[in-house]
């Protein structure tokens, strides 16, 4: 964890397969990762103590993924003032459902930042972590706003591919 920016926590070792968008675009952004398992119901004080101590342990960055009645992101909130990005993990009885309320609904007081159920959800997880980051280091802002103009251009490159198709252009 040392030198860690931004810590993913899981609520179960299952969930990690959907949490890999996440994974992968800290790493193509060079953003040093931990990652763990903790629960918010299974290892209360473990969520507890890793929360607490995050800020000072150089922590800037949280994310919290759960699926089911997921209070993992809420718990991690209730005990430390860095921001928390919480990823509703897909599956279970709901699909993700509960899971996605569960984060979103977080009554005022104690903010988590929701993204959506899937892998879109967790990618953005990581984008926003980086866009936080980004506020306070400008090497990172610049390669953020690389990464949207290549987006922009895969978009541009896509609506001349389908050009063909298009009786109107
Ligand atoms: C949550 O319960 C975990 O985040 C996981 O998505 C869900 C089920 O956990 P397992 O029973 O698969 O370990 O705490």
């Known amino acids: 964890m040392k030198n860690a920016k931004v810590a993913l926590l899981m609520g179960s070792k299952n969930d990690l397969p959907k949490l890999q968008p996440a994974i992968d675009t800290l790493a193509q952004f060079g953003v040093p990762l931990t990652v763990r398992v903790m629960s918010a119901h299974r290892t209360p004080a473990t969520v507890a103590e890793f929360a607490t101590n995050a800020r000072a342990a150089g922590l800037r960055v949280m994310i919290a993924a759960a699926g089911g009645a997921a209070h993992l992101a809420g718990v991690v909130a209730a005990h430390t003032t860095l921001p928390?990005?919480?990823?509703?993990?897909?599956?279970?009885?709901?699909n993700g459902l509960?899971?996605?309320?569960?984060?979103?609904?977080?009554?005022?007081?104690?903010?988590?930042?929701?993204?959506?159920?899937?892998?879109?959800?967790?990618m953005n997880a990581?984008?926003?972590?980086?866009?936080?980051?980004?506020?306070?280091?400008?090497?990172?802002?610049?390669?953020?706003?690389?990464?949207?103009?290549d987006q922009r251009e895969?978009?541009?490159?896509?609506?001349?591919?389908?050009?063909?198709?298009?009786?109107?252009r």
């Open 126 to 149: 990581g984008l926003l972590a980086v866009q936080i980051l980004a506020l306070s280091d400008p090497e990172l802002a610049v390669k953020f706003d690389k990464f949207r103009a």
């Open 84 to 94: 928390v990005i919480g990823i509703p993990v897909e599956g279970g009885a709901l």
């Open 98 to 122: 509960d899971a996605l309320l569960s984060t979103v609904q977080m009554p005022g007081g104690i903010a988590v930042a929701t993204v959506g159920i899937g892998s879109g959800g967790a």
């Open 154 to 168: 895969k978009v541009a490159k896509a609506d001349s591919d389908v050009v063909a198709l298009d009786q109107f």
